[in-house]
């Protein structure tokens, strides 16, 4: 998979960024920064920033005995093939990424907002995609929306955003293949539960 280059802040960049959230609080900011896998910015100086994911290695089944979900017998074959199937360990770890990344590119309507409360120059944003205007949303939907201003993309950022979520998509799953070299699936761990309870 290609990645579009864009620009990618410095980790001082980054650092001053989160200080504008958490001021005098250098765990906090040092937290963010580490935690952050990815990060553009924005036309406007405005960073937006991706997390890194973690890998789950714990897949629980349910079933039901009064027909509410699966049955036991499909929850036992569904646990058997978690436990045992690289493939299924792949596809739970990186189905999600994959999906932000067809949103980004799909959708009708994006904006960003001021990430942080406590950030009030907006140096760290959050992004927000719609099937439809904020405005409509608001008005006719009553959606619950960010308190904080939106601001819709222009398509230089919606690129560079879009580019964002292609790197992290492809280092998540490099992360995941880099795990499964290493462990394989003997870490991982499958239950079942009866949710009639």
């Known amino acids: 998979m290609e990645t579009t280059n864009f620009n990618k802040p410095t980790k001082e960049q980054l650092t001053a960024a989160f200080a504008h959230?958490?001021?005098d609080d250098k765990h906090m900011t040092d937290y963010c920064v580490k935690k952050t896998d990815t990060a553009v910015i924005l036309s406007?100086?405005?960073?937006?920033?991706?997390?890194?994911r973690e890998i789950n290695t714990r897949?629980?089944?349910?079933?039901?005995?009064?027909?509410?979900?699966?049955?036991y017998e499909e929850a036992e074959s569904t646990e058997r093939r978690a436990a045992k199937s690289v493939d299924y360990f792949?596809?739970?770890?990186?189905?999600?990424?994959?999906?932000?990344l067809?949103?980004?590119?799909?959708?009708?309507?994006?904006?960003?907002?001021?990430?942080?409360?406590?950030?009030?120059?907006?140096?760290?944003?959050s992004v927000l995609m719609l099937?439809?205007?904020?405005?409509y949303c608001r008005e006719y939907h009553r959606h619950r929306l960010p308190n904080s201003e939106l601001h819709p993309v222009?398509?230089?950022?919606?690129?560079?955003?879009?580019?964002?979520y292609e790197e992290h998509h492809r280092k998540h799953c490099k992360k995941?293949?880099?795990?499964?070299?290493?462990?394989?699936?003997?870490?991982?761990?499958?239950?079942?539960?009866w949710v009639d309870e």
């Open 44 to 52: 406007n100086g405005a960073i937006f920033t991706i997390n890194k």
């Open 176 to 193: 995941v293949e880099t795990y499964l070299k290493r462990y394989g699936l003997s870490k991982v761990k499958t239950w079942k539960y």
């Open 154 to 164: 222009s398509d230089a950022d919606r690129a560079a955003i879009i580019a964002a």
């Open 21 to 23: 959230a958490w001021g």
């Open 90 to 100: 792949r596809a739970k770890n990186t189905t999600e990424s994959a999906e932000e």
């Open 131 to 135: 099937d439809e205007s904020a405005e």
């Open 102 to 125: 067809e949103r980004a590119k799909n959708t009708p309507y994006m904006y960003t907002y001021t990430h942080y409360i406590g950030d009030n120059v907006g140096a760290v944003v």
């Open 59 to 71: 897949f629980c089944f349910g079933y039901s005995t009064c027909g509410q979900g699966a049955e």
